[in-house]
């Protein structure tokens, strides 16, 4: 079985510009989660989807980021325009249900690492 | 709010050698409490979790890690590393109430010498 899928793995880009990653999770996994990882830390949610809505978006910075999630399958996060502390790993991570309950297991995947130059 | 505590930063171990990466959780309410492990280059990976009933909880790769309620403490341990252990170990928790809002220690990177 296929595991949750990220692009691209690394980014490089200059301060202002725009930026997506990508996101599939797993096959059948309801809830979908996109976490921000800074060097030498934990990581850290940014929003958390249970189908193709947003339950929890309190973290994110709805400034500059955005993220969707149609059909409630793959999903996108986008930064506009990005600034040098953006730099960090975005982790996309799933689980089964569709609630989202507290004790069930999520499977990340292998992350985007973004430079902001 | 919880919060999560990883006492250690990095910890060296020679190969074979048993070790316990400490964690420590701050919760006003009952928690569920994770250790996730992260390869270089890679995604987390769940090693472990408790949810309810014995303390003890074994997870794969050969660690375990014991619920301590009083210590609010859930330490991982290994009786015997190998070289493929090296990694960095998350500690994470989250609420009973809270739909899957985990919060994640710092991290301990855990380095075997030969």
């Known amino acids: 079985e296929a595991g949750v899928v990220q692009s691209p793995r690394y980014k490089i880009i200059e301060k202002k510009q725009p930026v997506a990653f990508w996101c599939n999770p797993i096959?059948?996994?309801?809830?979908l989660y996109w976490y921000l990882q800074n060097l030498g830390q934990g990581p850290e949610l940014l929003i958390r989807?249970?189908?193709?809505?947003?339950?929890?978006d309190s973290q994110l910075p709805k400034d500059r980021f955005s993220a969707e999630r149609l059909k409630g399958v793959d999903s996108t996060l986008k930064i506009q325009p990005a600034e040098l502390g953006d730099s960090a790993v975005y982790l996309c991570?799933?689980?089964?249900?569709?609630?989202?309950?507290?004790?069930?297991?999520?499977?990340f995947g292998p992350g985007t690492r973004l430079t902001v130059l | 709010a919880q919060s999560v505590t990883q006492l250690d930063s990095q910890v060296p171990v020679f190969e074979e050698a048993p070790v316990e990466l400490r964690c420590n959780y701050s919760?006003?309410?009952?928690?569920?409490l994770f250790w996730y492990v992260q390869y270089p280059n890679q995604g987390l990976q769940l090693l472990l979790k408790?949810?309810?009933?014995?303390?003890l909880v074994k997870g794969i790769n050969g660690f375990e890690a014991e619920f301590n309620k009083s210590q609010t403490s859930f330490h991982l341990r290994k009786p015997s590393v190998h070289i493929s252990d090296t990694a960095e170990y998350f500690c994470a928790v989250t609420l009973y109430s809270s739909a899957s809002k985990i919060i994640f220690g710092s991290g301990t990177r855990l380095s075997i010498r030969p």
């Open positions: 989807y249970e189908n193709e809505e947003a339950v929890d």
């Open positions: 991570a799933s689980s089964l249900d569709a609630r989202g309950r507290a004790g069930d297991t999520q499977y």
């Open positions: 919760s006003s309410v009952s928690v569920y």
């Open positions: 408790y949810l309810s009933g014995s303390t």
């Open positions: 096959s059948g996994h309801n809830t």
